[in-house]
């Protein structure tokens, strides 16, 4: 397809000849015009590649003020094609995007060369625009806040508008002041991310830390930042891209929070919130570990409560469940830290002592046991009062295991209930 040239010269000898010369030379000559008016008319009907403009023209509109009103209009390129080369008419050309400007008269060859000339920058331009019109586009629609800044952060050369939406703030304030999004961080963040500010960006860097909207509302958000170099490899911009993470922040704590639960589900008595047989086995074996390694003593205890049946089968599970409370709070607050309390089932309870001196220690939280079992409580209005006999099993006199420590602490205790119940007794004494 040939190229369309619209020829604007209000000297019909010299347009002639032009128009000539240019459809010998290949091109294809749309029209041949001799106002600035009807060359504005001309390049909105007939579309051409290219305008050749005239500075002085017939009518009101010169050569200058027509080919900055193509080129608002219409963007088509515009070569003059003149015999004024005064200083002031090179400055009103400038302010009109000229492709070209040749002066009469001239050859052939200067001509085809600033045709190409012209066509060509004017098909760079056209791509870039395009380029620059779909980054628009997808900067603009995505929910990512896509930002580009000079090295040193203290130029903003662009931010998309998916900033406004995750800081609450206005872009405007962002390129007058580029750091003040910093504002919007969360204070327990701030450090954190002005310190990685205050380098460089040798390489690509990750940050997540929190914003406060003006509303006081939270959003986390994932802070990517690269370096951008030159030719040389030096760097000389920063792009970076901001995602807000709420959401997915948000569904990790909750499966945190789920899985805490299972886990303590997993681990402990649902009833009193003391652990449960599984977690007290795994105790103990961690306990006999450190025990042999340090030539240490520990003690099992298994206790059974006295009464319990006869206060379920009276006043009702529910009253049962309510002392198999009571007497798990009381467990728990007899015990060091490194002590266990759980729950084995039914109204069986088990205690692991760790680091005592021997059987002395473990008689007196024997004793201290049976005097807090059988401490009165209140029930539905009722005074109550139930007991507990204790079997204890001793590391290393009685077991080196976990199996063998508690099952030789329900031997004892059996003894203890066959004996009459309410008191506390060792293996094989």
């Not at 290393?396 to 199996?403: K, L, N, Q, R």
């Amino acid at each position: 397809m040939k190229i369309k040239l619209l020829v604007v010269e209000d000297e019909a000898f010299i347009a002639l000849e032009l128009k000539t010369r240019l459809q010998q030379m290949g091109y294809e000559v749309c029209a041949v015009v001799s106002s600035g008016e009807s060359a504005v008319e001309c390049a909105g009907t007939l579309n051409p590649d290219l305008v050749l403009m005239d500075i002085c023209l017939n009518g009101e509109m010169s050569g200058i003020e027509a080919a900055r009103e193509i080129r608002r209009k219409f963007r088509i390129p515009v070569i003059f094609l003149t015999s004024h080369a005064d200083e002031d008419t090179v400055e009103q050309v400038k302010h009109s995007d000229p492709c070209g400007y040749i002066l009469k008269p001239f050859q052939e060859r200067d001509l085809r060369i600033g045709i190409e000339v012209a066509l060509h920058k004017d098909s760079i331009e056209r791509r870039v625009q395009e380029s620059e019109e779909k980054f628009r586009l997808v900067t603009e629609s995505i929910d990512d806040v896509f930002w580009l800044s000079s090295a040193d952060f203290k130029e903003l050369l662009y931010v998309s508008p998916a900033y406004e939406k995750i800081w609450g703030r206005k872009r405007e304030e962002l390129y007058r002041a580029p750091l003040s999004f910093v504002e919007g961080i969360h204070p327990d963040d701030r450090h954190m991310v002005r310190s990685r500010m205050e380098s460089l960006p040798l390489e690509s860097q990750q940050l997540e830390y929190r914003v406060i909207r003006p509303d006081n509302s939270i959003s986390w958000v994932r802070d990517r930042r690269f370096p951008v170099l030159d030719h040389q490899g030096n760097l000389y911009r920063t792009a970076g891209v901001t995602t807000d993470i709420t959401e997915q922040k948000n569904a990790q704590q909750q499966l945190l929070i789920l899985n805490r639960k299972l886990q303590q589900q997993a681990t402990h008595d649902a009833l009193t919130g003391l652990p449960n047989r599984r977690l007290l086995i795994d105790r103990l074996e961690q306990a006999l570990a450190q025990a042999q390694r340090n030539g240490g003593h520990l003690a099992m205890m298994f206790i059974d409560l006295d009464g319990f049946k006869a206060i379920n089968d009276c006043m009702g599970h529910t009253a049962g469940d309510e002392v198999l409370e009571i007497i798990g709070r009381r467990l728990g607050h007899l015990l060091r830290a490194a002590d266990t309390a759980a729950r084995l089932g039914g109204d069986e309870f088990g205690l692991v002592l760790t680091r005592i001196k021997g059987k002395e220690d473990a008689r007196l939280v024997a004793k201290k046991v049976l005097e807090s079992i059988s401490a009165p409580f209140i029930i539905r209005d009722e005074r109550c009062t139930i007991g507990a006999s204790i079997g204890i099993s001793l590391y290393p006199e009685h077991g080196v295991s976990a199996d063998d420590l508690i099952s030789r602490a329900d031997t004892a205790m059996y003894k203890v209930k066959h004996a009459g119940k309410g008191a506390f007794a060792f293996y094989l004494e």
